[in-house]
């Protein structure tokens, strides 16, 4: 059995996912009431998390990703810090 290496960006939910050849990429969502802007690369063959390049805008939830050959692209989304709290939406 392999063990699999922990992800170092924490618990989140509402997060966004894609993959690149061998690679995955997970980012954004949001931690409590704390919007998160990080992403993070999933290497296969290497079993490791690597912090990438933080998202350029204010964290988002429930955004969309995808890529396409070796780009990779995530917008959309909320501003909502509280998933189901109207009262705290940028």
């Known amino acids: ?41 999933y290497d296969v063959q290497n079993n490791t998390w690597t912090q990438k390049t933080n998202f350029s805008a204010q964290g988002k939830v429930s955004s969309v990703g995808f890529s396409i050959a070796d780009k990779r692209y995530a917008g959309t989304g909320s501003l909502t810090t509280t998933i189901g709290n109207k009262a705290n939406e940028s």
Do not use: H, P, Q
């Open 1 to 41: 059995m392999v063990t699999k290496s922990s992800f170092g960006g924490g618990g989140r939910v509402y997060a966004v996912g894609f993959s690149i050849e061998n690679k995955g990429y997970i980012g954004l969502g949001v931690s409590g009431s704390n919007s998160k802007n990080d992403f993070w690369e």
